[in-house]
């Protein structure tokens, strides 16, 4: 099974409103992946979190804010976000945090900020 | 950073055609992989191929290290090909970061 699951689907939000979205994988992956996807764009690097530890920062905004809670699962964080945050976001996971390796991707959630 | 160049940016077959994509890369990568982005959102893992050539089906891939680039075959295309190809690359020492091409968008008419 090559399955990564994100939830919700769509989200839609305030400015002033705070939400968490959620990535989980059961594949035994030890690194994770957030990417930020705007339209007609291709995905961007956010977050990597390695054997759930923070590895890599792509300088986001603090108002996204990542949280690796055991192997399986991955969560952002948003809080007072911007209507520029609207995007496609999409969790991804590998076997470790190397070059061998194929990142697999979910269905993402598409987020409209208000 | 390492720079991803896929061509054409737009692809127009009708069904049962064959095409050609391509990504050149500006650097040595140690992770190359192509996918299929659909309507939905989804990006489907079609090859992970550094180097070497590898067949599934209708597609293959060839990926040329030493000249750095990679080509997608799509042959006898079907209308549910269409979508968004990318190409993404993982440099030699950014472990971990894919950097992705703008991508192909093949849109194959019945």
């Known amino acids: 099974d090559t399955e990564v699951t994100q939830t919700p689907k769509h989200l839609v939000m305030g400015m002033t409103n705070k939400k968490s979205l959620k990535c989980e994988q059961h594949?035994?992956?030890?690194?994770m992946y957030w990417y930020k996807q705007k339209a007609k764009k291709p995905p961007e690097l956010m977050f990597v979190?390695?054997?759930?530890?923070?590895?890599i920062n792509e300088s986001v905004p603090s108002r996204f804010s990542p949280e690796c809670p055991n192997s399986s699962l991955l969560n952002l964080h948003l809080h007072a976000l911007q209507p520029e945050d609207s995007a496609l976001y999409l969790c991804a996971s590998s076997q470790i945090l190397g070059s061998t390796d194929t990142q697999y991707f979910g269905p993402g959630t598409r987020l409209t900020v208000l | 950073g390492i720079q991803v160049e896929q061509s054409p940016p737009d692809l127009i077959l009708q069904e049962g055609a064959n095409s050609t994509l391509r990504c050149n890369f500006s650097d040595s990568v140690n992770n190359l992989q192509w996918f299929h982005q659909n309507p939905w959102g989804q990006l489907i893992n079609l090859f992970y191929i550094p180097s070497g050539t590898k067949q599934n089906g209708r597609l293959s891939a060839t990926t040329v290290a030493t000249e750095r680039y990679s080509l997608l075959y799509i042959s006898s295309s079907q209308t549910t090909d269409s979508g968004v190809y990318f190409c993404?690359?993982?440099?030699?020492?950014?472990?971990?970061?894919?950097?992705f091409g703008q991508g192909t968008i093949l849109t194959v008419h019945p």
């Open positions: 594949m035994g992956h030890r690194a």
């Open positions: 979190y390695s054997y759930e530890k923070l590895s």
């Open positions: 993404a690359v993982e440099g030699g020492t950014s472990y971990g970061k894919l950097t």
